[in-house]
């Protein structure tokens, strides 16, 4: 592949110029991890990042997000839909009791009466067709979907999270690189003012590094600022009141510890949130079809009661006193014949629309999970290509400055390696960044990770 042989290049570069440096860089692992298809917790998949602070984060949101405990909630709300829905199936049973004056007429004749009833009554619509079964079955995927959207919010949390603390980390290493370079800069511009009061060179030159240092003390200043925005957007998602974050390891020592597989199981796609809900969605719109169906089959009820019934209180509940009813109706749809069955045509067009929104995450996830393990892959090339540059850039600032304190170049030498430099540092932090983030997009794409069987 184009990559790994640029990769190669850039090893055989390092290793031409391994005896001029003072320190060999560390080199990119690659070694494949041995994979298993398991169930696991979202978080011990960052246990792979070994940074615990950042576990230690994502615990505190699980506890105090808002947005995750409004979809808890929802999960709760599901979960009393589906009880009352099982609870339909049972026969209806209650408890009648009245008083009353009465008169009834028998042709010409008027009758008066009081009358004391105490009745129990029970009403059951028997389940022939599957009707109530069915939206049972329904209610029970609506929960199992709702369930998932709970497990993508955890998701998307638990990213946004750590995509906002690898963001945190790499403004404190760009805030630490233009601190470092602000002093290199003051230094150098010391020695230009000395050299300049001594004749060796010209005012232009201290201008040039003043005019440096100022750069140098903006980017501070910037990236700060950048730094407490995103602390303030890392408290938000934790749910507490702005302030700062606790840090855990340097961006270095996280992706050195870092190590991703280069080929995973496309059966991980299944456990994505996304993919789940639409599943157990597609399975709710095609338990309503039959409930849809059902409809349009006659109704077979049972009805009883039976109670006492006295003109006053007295012995109401003695047993010559009693009373009872028994029912077997059957109901048979006629005029709404036509309504019912647009219904069901309605339903089955809904769930060919769950169908179909299922098979685009699938698709979805597919693709997403393809071109997040290729930017891993493809971010972990340019990582190193960035640490070979910034290396070469290292070396050739130290060479360039030693010339100009020996008064053997000039300061436009300085100022070009002093720059280039900078900028390499800075895109080496983005670059570890970058790699970092892409693993947790992967995260995502596979809808929880995967579990390293080491």
Known sequence: RVAHATLDTLERVRAATAGDRTTAPRAVTRAPVALRVDSMRDIAWLDLLRDTQLVALVREAMSNNLDLREAQSRVREYRA??????????????????TSHN????????????????TGDLSWELDFWGKARKQVDAAAYDLAARDAEVRSTMLSL?????????????LDESVHISDQTLMSRRSTLDLARRRFQQGVTSELDVFQFEADL???????????????????????????????????????????????PDSLPGELIARRPDVVAAQRALQ????????????????????????TQRPDFSRLFARQ?????????????LFPFIALRDQQRAASARAEQAQARYRQKVLAGLR??????????LHRDQLAAQRTQMRALERAFTLADQ????????????????????????????????????????????????????
């Not at 008169?103 to 105490?118: E, L, N, Q, W």
């Not at 638990?158 to 790499?170: H, K, N, Q």
């Not at 020996?406 to 540092?425: K, W």
């Open 284 to 307: 709710a719109s095609l338990s309503r079809v039959g409930v849809a169906a059902a409809s349009r089959l006659p109704t077979i009820s049972v009805t009883g009661q039976y109670g």
């Open 214 to 260: 100022a750069e140098s003390a903006a980017r501070v200043a910037d990236f700060t600022r950048q730094r407490t925005e995103v602390e303030n957007q890392l408290s938000q998602l934790l749910g507490r009141a702005p302030g700062s974050i606790p840090r855990g390891r340097a961006l270095d020592d996280v992706v050195q510890a870092l190590i991703v």
């Open 81 to 98: 839909q589906l009880g009352a829905a099982r609870v339909s199936q049972l026969p209806t049973i209650s408890t009648t009791g009245t």
């Open 103 to 118: 008169k009834v007429a028998f042709g010409p004749t008027v009758v008066g009466y009081d009358a004391v009833r105490v």
């Open 321 to 333: 006193n009693e009373l009872y009813t028994t029912q077997l109706g059957v109901t048979i749809p």
């Open 403 to 454: 010339r100009y304190r020996s008064g053997v170049s000039s300061y436009l030498e300085v100022l070009d390696a002093q720059r280039r430099l900078f900028t390499a540092q800075l895109s080496f932090v983005q670059a570890e960044r970058q790699y970092l983030v892409a693993t947790v997009d992967l995260y995502k794409a596979l809808g929880g990770g995967w579990d390293a069987g080491r």
């Open 368 to 377: 997403e999970s393809n071109d997040a393990l290729a930017g891993v892959h």
């Open 158 to 170: 638990v990213g946004d999270i750590a995509t906002a603390y690898l963001r945190l980390r790499e």
